[in-house]
């Protein structure tokens, strides 16, 4: 079974622009969640969708944007893009039931020049 | 500030013996944890949890043990293997019913474990 993709694997943006992320959970998983992490530190929790409702949101700014599709795919949306984004971007997906463990993308590295 | 935190940045070990990487949280409300393994370039990879109504929980080679009075849950390798070399998360969350909450991971900084032969 495929496990969660992600695209693009690398990008390189200019401040002030924005960018899309996109995500494809293992089949079957109805959750998928967006995390941030930068050199040195674990990942930190940005969105969460399940079943296409948002149910949780991480401390990020409102430059930060996400949804997620009837295929339950999804897409994360950075605006504005200022240096401090540069990071990992992962994806990770569940079957969004009790004590699921989350299974991650192998992630988008951003850099904001 | 920290919830979940690894004191230890880096660990060594000798091929077959055993590893044990340590993980303190601060939250009382977490009660589903589970450890994760990231090599570089790829994601984290998911190797084991524990509910909080359990202390032990074994696969194969790992074991993940919880004391909650203490607030502090460990890894064991046992026998460590080269292949076992790279960083460890330890990650809690609380699971609840909803699962907005469950997805929700706080993780610690990791622990970059290096296995010789």
């Known amino acids: 079974d495929a496990g969660v993709t992600q695209s693009p694997t690398h990008l390189i943006k200019t401040r002030g622009q924005q960018v899309t992320l996109r995500c494809s959970p293992i089949?079957?998983?109805?959750?998928v969640s967006w995390y941030q992490q930068v050199l040195g530190q674990g990942p930190q929790f940005i969105f969460q969708y399940y079943e296409k409702e948002e149910r949780g949101r991480g401390n990020f700014p409102d430059r930060f944007s996400a949804r997620q599709f009837p295929n339950y795919s999804s897409e994360l949306n950075v605006n504005a893009l200022l240096l401090g984004d540069s990071a990992l971007y992962l994806c990770?997906?569940?079957?969004?039931?009790?004590?699921?463990?989350?299974?991650f993308g192998n992630g988008t590295r951003l850099t904001v020049t | 500030d920290q919830q979940v935190k690894q004191n230890s940045p880096s660990l060594s070990v000798q091929e077959g013996r055993i590893s044990i990487l340590n993980c303190d949280y601060t939250?009382?409300?977490?009660?589903?944890f589970l450890w994760y393994k990231k090599y570089p370039a790829e994601g984290p990879t998911f190797l084991i949890s524990?509910?909080?109504?359990?202390d032990k929980n074994e696969d194969g080679r790992f074991t993940v043990f919880l004391n909650k009075s203490a607030k502090h849950l460990s890894l064991h390798i046992v026998p460590s293997q080269p292949g076992d070399s790279a960083v460890y998360f330890c990650?809690?969350?609380?699971?609840?019913?909803?699962?907005?909450?469950?997805?929700?991971?706080?993780f610690g900084t990791g622990t970059r474990l290096q296995v010789t032969l």
């Open positions: 990650a809690a969350s609380r699971a609840g019913g909803d699962t907005g909450t469950a997805s929700k991971l706080t």
């Open positions: 939250n009382s409300m977490f009660d589903y």
């Open positions: 089949s079957g998983h109805k959750s």
């Open positions: 990770a997906s569940s079957r969004g039931v009790y004590n699921s463990p989350l299974h």
């Open positions: 524990i509910s909080s109504i359990k």
